[in-house]
């Protein structure tokens, strides 16, 4: 079992930046990719970022290139997600995940966190 815990959000202006922090604790030899998703208020879980188990590879959604970036330290079991020039759009609860498969859809994921509260006033 993997238990994921994330911190670091937060009410912010827009053109400010947050780090996102997801700690795993547990079987986290099982936890190779990890992945962000959002879920705004009314909107489904839409993918963010991923990145792959030794951290050389990344993944993000279009609206998110240039301004967000994920990476890893395993050696802490911890993966970050720097959110730079944030918008009213990126407002929403940030979960991240992980499992055996680099994915950009929820289900492949098997373990979660409980989420995170992002709030970007314009």
């Known amino acids: 079992q993997v238990q994921l815990v994330e911190s670091g959000g937060g009410l912010v202006q827009a053109g400010d930046s947050l780090r996102l922090s997801c700690v795993a604790s547990?079987?986290?030899?099982?936890?190779?990719?990890v992945a962000w998703f959002r879920r705004a208020p009314g909107k489904e879980r839409e993918f963010v970022a991923a990145v792959t188990s030794n951290g050389g590879t990344t993944y993000y959604t279009d609206s998110v290139k240039g301004r967000f970036a994920i990476s890893r330290d395993n050696a802490k079991n911890t993966v970050y997600l720097q959110m730079n020039s944030l918008k009213p759009e990126d407002t929403g609860v940030y979960y991240c995940?992980?499992?055996?498969?680099?994915?950009?859809?929820?289900?492949?994921?098997?373990?979660w966190g409980p989420g995170t509260q992002v709030t970007v006033s314009s």
């Open positions: 547990g079987r986290t030899d099982s936890t190779g990719r």
């Open positions: 995940a992980a499992g055996s498969i680099t994915a950009t859809v929820p289900f492949r994921y098997t373990y």
